[in-house]
């Protein structure tokens, strides 16, 4: 893709990345690091027993996530464009800022518990989405349909 880089994109690609590798650690470290970032007591559990299931979900987040990095340094210009490039970006987009603002309801409810694992991811995928979207936007017209 010819042009400068995206400096949007290619943070948001950088931050796909870093929640990949982190979620890699994640499996490696084990229950404790479950636990530490949310994942639930029912994984750190089945984590410490030393069942798959644990293993193989964050590892199917880890890819997810290493993929959505690709197509944002596509965009960005940094890799070699990638098949379905604007559309998946929207989608991507779409999923960070949806999940994002699913704290909102939780924190406008009275009897739902925002609990700070909630807080932080939501902050986090609000941010990752608002990288994605800037960039999107920017580079609209180079990414075709």
Known sequence: MPGPVDPALAVAGGLSALAAILHLGIIVNGAGWYRFFGAGEAMARAAEK???TPAIVTAGIAVVLASWSAFAWSGAGVLPRLPLLRPVLCAITLVYLLRGLLLVPALVRPHTAATRFWIWSSVTCLAFGAAHLVG????WDALGA
Do not use: C, F
């Open 50 to 52: 030393g069942r798959w």
């Open 136 to 139: 999107l936007v920017r580079r």
